[in-house]
C-alpha cells in the first residue's frame, strides 16, 4: 500500500472578504482565499508555478489598518484581517496602473487585459500622443523563439523561471533602472551567446506574449495563427526517462507549439529543449 | 547552477584589480590557467557563491581601476565569485556610478539638484561643458544631490587608476572644477567638516559638540573629549539595559521613517533565528541631505561607538556601515577610525575587554538613492540589485542575508550616546513629549549660513531660519527633502516635532529645510523633483516606474502654463500621484508625488 504524505495538517484563519466571513489554511495568500470565495480579483505578474514578484500591482485590495493597498498575489491571510476587493480606491488604483501598462507596452497579445480596460474604464490615451513607449523591434536572433520586448511589463516571471525557481540557467535578468529597466541576458547580447539553454520555460511563464515560440511569432506575422482551430493533446514524452507531459498544440494537423501541463507534479510546466522544441521529426513526412 | 562565460577575457589591469580585492584564484574553476590538480578535483560551487556579497566591492575595484566595466572584467569578477553573469549585468547596470561601455577614466560628477541648481548649476554645467568637450578626457555627468548643499554648487570629480583619485569642488565655479577635474591629485583640500557647522563649538550641543573641536583622526583626541564613556555604561547596564533606556528616552529614528528605535532593537534582539545583524543606513541620497556626512567626517568615532553599542544590545556581532558612494572624504575618516579602533581593541573579538565580539565592515553605495531604502540596502549588500524587498518579512526577522537586522540612520545611532551618557529620563525632558532629544536640520537654499543645526525638538521653523539667516523675499520652503512637502511663508510657526509637522499636513522626512526665494522658477524645481524620482526609481513596480515618467511629461507640458490650461494635466498628476502613493512596493512610489502635490495644493503653483 503507499501512503500519500498529507503534510502537516494547516490551521484555518478566519478573516473577512467584503464584509462575508471566509476561513482559509494558514500560508493561503489573500488571492487564494479571494479565488476560493469566487471572487475576482485580476492578476497579472502572478503565475500559478512561481512565487510572485507583486511587481504589477493590478490585484491590490484594501485591508483594514493597512496605509497602502496591498497586493492580494502574496499577502499572507492573517486571521481576523478585513480585506476589501471592490472599493473605489482600491478599483482606482488597478485603473490607473492599465492604463500605464497599456500606455507603454503592447497589450494586444495579453489575454484578458482588454476586458479588465473596459471594466475599469481605463484610458491609456489620456497621457497623450508623446507618452513614451518601449519602441522596440522583435529580437529574432534564432530559430527557437522570439522576444518581443515591446510587449513585457516586466513581470519578473521569465527572470524567476529561469533563475532560482526552476531552470538554475540564470541567463535571463532585469538590466537598467527606472522606466529604462529591461530583461535581457549578459551584456545584453543575442541569445545565442548567452547562457541560455533553449528549454523554453520562461516562454511557459511569460503572460503577455514578449517571449514566444518562433514558430507562434512567425504565424502570427503571416496571419495563420489560429488559437480557436488549435487542438490540445497531452501525452508522455518519449526522450528521456524522467517522463514529462507534454501538450502538442496542433493547427491544420501540424504541431505548432509544445507546453507542458502546471499541474503536473513532475514537470510543473517546465521542460527541457528536447520536450518542448524537439517536434520536427514527429513532422517529418517524407 | 548552469554557469557560461563568453569568449571575453580581461586585461591585465582589470585582472589585477579584481585580484587585488580576492586574492589570486586559486585554479581554473575561478579562472586560473589549468593546471594537473584541476583535472583531478573541482572546486566552487556553495563554497564559492557564497562570496556573492563581494559582488558590489568587486565592480567597486574595476570601475575605480579602469573607469568602466568591460565585459571581460565582468566575466572574470563572476568566475571569481560563482555568480551568473547575467545577474552581475543586471546588477552593474543598476548603479548610476558604474558604466559598461567605455568612458574617460575621469568622470566629473555636476550636482543639478535643488540647492545647486537654485545656485546656479546650469550655468556651472554649461560653462564645465564647454571647457572640457570631447577629447579632454573627461566625462561630464549630470548628477543628483551631492550632499554638499551647504557650499552649492558642488562637483565631484572622479579620476579612475591605481588609487582612484577624487576631488570635491564646492563652491564650484568653472574653473575650479575643471580644475579637480584635470588633476584630482592637486585640488585644494575641502574645508574642514566643521565649517558646515554654524553652531560649531557652542558647548550646550549634544550631537555636534565635538565636530571642529575633537582631531577626527585621533581616537586619543576622541576619548579625551567624553568618547566611549557611552560604551562602558552600556556594558554596565547589559543589553537588556540598553535597550530600556533607549525605549525610555523615547528616541525614534532619524531616517525618514520615524520608527521608535527601542522597538526595533528589542523585537531583532528577541529573535530565536543567529546571526543578528546591524546595519547603519549612511546612503544619506535625499536631495538636500548632509548630515550624516558632516557627523562621520567631523566625529567619526562616535558613531563607530554608537554602532558597537547598537550592536551589543541587538546582539550582533557583525556590522555593516553601507555608505554613499559620493562621499569620499567620509569614506576615508570611517575607514581610518575603524582601522584605529579596531587596533585598539575597540573593535574585534573582546572589546574592552569585555569578551564581547564586534566588527564594522564599510560598504560603498554606488549612486543609487533607492538603496538608501532599508531592503533595497540589504540586496545591495548581498550583491544583488538595489531593488526593495516586499514586507512582510520585517528586516527585524528577516534581513540581511535573511537574518534578524537591526538598520538605523547615522543620525539616530550617536544620539545613543547622549542617552546613555545622561540617563533616559534626563534625555527625554529634552523635546516635546512624542519628539524627544535634539534634531539635527540641514538647512541649504536663500539663507546667509546654509549648515547643519542641532535643535531641541519643537523649535519652529522660522526660528530655524532666523538662525540660518533667511534672506528676503522668501517663496517656499522645502521640509524634509524631495519626498517630503513646500510650506508657505506664511506658515513658519510650524512646531520642528514628528506631531506638528503631521498636524500641519507635512512632514519632518530626514530634516530637510531647503529654502527658497521668489529668483527660483517654481515650475522648473518641480519639474527637477520629478526628474528626480524617475530617474531614481528601482523599476519594478509599475505605478512607480510608468507613474513617474506620466508625471513628469505632464509637469513638462504646464511647465509654462497656469489656471484652465492647466487643469487637465493636473488632474491626471493627481490620479497617477494617488495610485503610486496607494500602490507602489516602497516609499520611494509612495512618496515621489508628495512635494509636488504640496506644492499645487499650499503654493498655488499653476494658479
Ligand atoms: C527611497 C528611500 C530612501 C531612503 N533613504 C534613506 C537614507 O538615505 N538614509 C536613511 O537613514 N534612511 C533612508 N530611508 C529610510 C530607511 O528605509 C529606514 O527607514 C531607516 O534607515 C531606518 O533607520 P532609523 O529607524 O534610524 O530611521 C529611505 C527610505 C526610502 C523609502
Ligand atoms: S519577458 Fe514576459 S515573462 Fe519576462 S518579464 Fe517580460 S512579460 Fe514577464
Ligand atoms: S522534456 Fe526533456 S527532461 Fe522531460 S522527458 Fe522529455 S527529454 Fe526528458
Ligand atoms: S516604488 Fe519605485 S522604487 Fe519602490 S519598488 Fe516600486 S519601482 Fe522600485
Ligand atoms: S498580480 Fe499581484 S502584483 Fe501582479
Ligand atoms: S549638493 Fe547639489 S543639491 Fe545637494
Redesign the pocket.
Known amino acids: 500500500m503507499t501512503v500519500t504524505s498529507l503534510g502537516i495538517p494547516r490551521r484555518l484563519l478566519e478573516f473577512t472578504i467584503d464584509g462575508a466571513p471566509v476561513r482559509a489554511p494558514e500560508g493561503s495568500t489573500i488571492l487564494d482565499a479571494c479565488r476560493s470565495a469566487g471572487k475576482d480579483v485580476p492578476t497579472l505578474c502572478q503565475g500559478d508555478t512561481l512565487t510572485p514578484k507583486n511587481a504589477c500591482r493590478v490585484c491590490v485590495v484594501e485591508v483594514e489598518g493597512a496605509r497602502t493597498l496591498v497586493p492580494a498575489c502574496s499577502r499572507k491571510a492573517e486571521a481576523g484581517m478585513e480585506v476589501r476587493t471592490d472599493t473605489e480606491r482600491a478599483r482606482h488604483s488597478r485603473k490607473v496602473v492599465l492604463e500605464l501598462l497599456a500606455s507603454s507596452v503592447d497589450l494586444s497579445t495579453t489575454p484578458e487585459v482588454a476586458g479588465w480596460l473596459k471594466e475599469y474604464e481605463a484610458k491609456p490615451d489620456r497621457f497623450g500622443p508623446d507618452a513614451a513607449r518601449l519602441d522596440e523591434e522583435p529580437r529574432i536572433d534564432n530559430d527557437l523563439y522570439v522576444r518581443d520586448y515591446d510587449k513585457c511589463i516586466l513581470c519578473y516571471k521569465c527572470v524567476d523561471a529561469c533563475g532560482d525557481q526552476w531552470q538554475n540557467t540564470f541567463a535571463i535578468s532585469v538590466v537598467g533602472r527606472g522606466f529604462d529597466a529591461r530583461i535581457a541576458v549578459e551584456h545584453d547580447g543575442p541569445l545565442t551567446d548567452s547562457a541560455c539553454v533553449y528549454c523554453g520555460n520562461c516562454i511557459e511563464v511569460c503572460p503577455t506574449g514578449a517571449l514566444s515560440f518562433k514558430s507562434e511569432f512567425d504565424m502570427r506575422a503571416a496571419g495563420t495563427w489560429d488559437e480557436s482551430a488549435q487542438t490540445e493533446t497531452t501525452t508522455v514524452c518519449a526522450y528521456c526517462g524522467v517522463g514529462c507531459n507534454l501538450t502538442l498544440h496542433v493547427q491544420d494537423n501540424e504541431i505548432v507549439k509544445v507546453t507542458s501541463p502546471h499541474d503536473n507534479p513532475v514537470t510543473h510546466g517546465n521542460l527541457c529543449i528536447k520536450g518542448r522544441f524537439g517536434y520536427q521529426h514527429v513532422q517529418n513526412r517524407d | 547552477m548552469d554557469l557560461h562565460f563568453g569568449d571575453s577575457k580581461p586585461t591585465d589591469e582589470e585582472r589585477a584589480a579584481v585580484d587585488t580585492l580576492l586574492g589570486p584564484p586559486e585554479s581554473s574553476w575561478e579562472g586560473a590557467d589549468r593546471s594537473d590538480a584541476d583535472l583531478r578535483w573541482a572546486r566552487g560551487g556553495r563554497e564559492a557563491r557564497e562570496r556573492r556579497d563581494l559582488l558590489l566591492p568587486g565592480l567597486h575595484a574595476v570601475n575605480d581601476r579602469i573607469g568602466w566595466i568591460s565585459e571581460g572584467a565582468l566575466d572574470y569578477l563572476c568566475r571569481r565569485l560563482t555568480v551568473p553573469p547575467a545577474e552581475a549585468y543586471g546588477v552593474a547596470t543598476f548603479y548610476a556610478m558604474f558604466s559598461v561601455k567605455p568612458r574617460p577614466a575621469t568622470v566629473l560628477h555636476v550636482c543639478t539638484d535643488l540647492a545647486c541648481a537654485a545656485a546656479g548649476s546650469a550655468e556651472l554645467c554649461a560653462g564645465v561643458e564647454a571647457r572640457l568637450g570631447l577629447g579632454s578626457g573627461v566625462s561630464v555627468e549630470r548628477s543628483p544631490c551631492l550632499g554638499l548643499c551647504e557650499r552649492a554648487p558642488a562637483a565631484l570629480a572622479v579620476k579612475a587608476g591605481d588609487p582612484v583619485r577624487t576631488a570635491v569642488s564646492a563652491p564650484a565655479t568653472v574653473e575650479r572644477a575643471v580644475l579637480a577635474a584635470s588633476s584630482p591629485g592637486s585640488a585644494p583640500e575641502e574645508p574642514a567638516a566643521a565649517l558646515a557647522v554654524p553652531q560649531a563649538g557652542d558647548p550646550s550641543l549634544m550631537l555636534l559638540n565635538r565636530v571642529g573641536v575633537v582631531d577626527p583622526a585621533s581616537l586619543d583626541d576622541y576619548r579625551a573629549h567624553g568618547g566611549y564613556t557611552a560604551l562602558r555604561q552600556a556594558f554596565a547596564i547589559g543589553p537588556a539595559g540598553v535597550i530600556r533606556e533607549v525605549t525610555d528616552a523615547g528616541l ?8 521608535p ?1 527601542g522597538r ?1 532593537w528589542q523585537a531583532t534582539a528577541s529573535q530565536p533565528d543567529h546571526p543578528h545583524y546591524l546595519v547603519c ?6 536631495p538636500g ?1 548632509f548630515k ?1 556626512r558632516v557627523v562621520m567626517e567631523g566625529d567619526p568615532y562616535s558613531l563607530v561607538e554608537a554602532m558597537t553599542i547598537a550592536a551589543y544590545a541587538v546582539g550582533a556581532h557583525k556590522g555593516y556601515l553601507y555608505l ?1 558612494g559620493e562621499y569620499p572624504r567620509a569614506l576615508r575618516r570611517m575607514e581610518h577610525a575603524i582601522g584605529q579602533a579596531r587596533a585598539r581593541g575597540l573593535l574585534g573579538d573582546d572589546i574592552l575587554g569585555q569578551g564581547y565580539a564586534f566588527d564594522i565592515e564599510i560598504r560603498r553605495g554606488a549612486g543609487a ?2 538603496c ?3 531592503t ?2 540589504f540586496n545591495s549588500i548581498e550583491g544583488y540589485r538595489g531593488e ?1 524587498r516586499s514586507k512582510p518579512p520585517f528586516p527585524v526577522e528577516k534581513g540581511l542575508f535573511g537574518k534578524p537586522t537591526a ?7 550617536v544620539n545613543v550616546l547622549p542617552i546613555l551618557t545622561m540617563g533616559a529620563p534626563a534625555y527625554a525632558a529634552i523635546g516635546t513629549g512624542t519628539s524627544t532629544g535634539p534634531k539635527l536640520f540641514c538647512v541649504s537654499g536663500s539663507v546667509d549660513r546654509p549648515g547643519i543645526y542641532e535643535l531641541p525638538f519643537g523649535a519652529t521653523l522660522g526660528e530655524l531660519l532666523d538662525l540660518a539667516g533667511v534672506r528676503d523675499g522668501l517663496r517656499a520652503v522645502l521640509l524634509g527633502g524631495a ?1 517630503g512637502g513646500f510650506v508657505r511663508p506664511d506658515e513658519l510657526d510650524i512646531p520642528l516635532t514628528f506631531e506638528g509637522t503631521r498636524e500641519a499636513g507635512t512632514t519632518l522626512g ?1 530634516g530637510v529645510v531647503l529654502a527658497f526665494d521668489d529668483t527660483v522658477p517654481l515650475p522648473r524645481l518641480l519639474l527637477r523633483i520629478a526628474e528626480f524620482f524617475r530617474d ?1 526609481s528601482c523599476g519594478q513596480c509599475v505605478p512607480c516606474r510608468v507613474g513617474t515618467v506620466r508625471q513628469e511629461e505632464a509637469l513638462h507640458r504646464i511647465v509654462e502654463r497656469t489656471g484652465a490650461d492647466a487643469a487637465a494635466d493636473i488632474t491626471l498628476l493627481r490620479e497617477v500621484g494617488r495610485a503610486m502613493k496607494d500602490a507602489s512596493i ?3 512610489g509612495q ?1 515621489a508625488w508628495n512635494a509636488v502635490e504640496s506644492a499645487i495644493d499650499r503654493l498655488g503653483a499653476y494658479e
Open positions: 525614534v529614528g532619524r531616517g525618514g521613517a520615524a520608527f528605535t526595533k543606513n549612511a546612503d544619506e541620497s535625499e541631505t550624516d554613499r538613492y533607492i538608501g531604502e532599508e533595497a540596502l526593495p538598520e538605523n540612520n547615522v543620525e539616530t545611532l519626498a530626514s531614481e516602497c516609499g520611494l512618496t
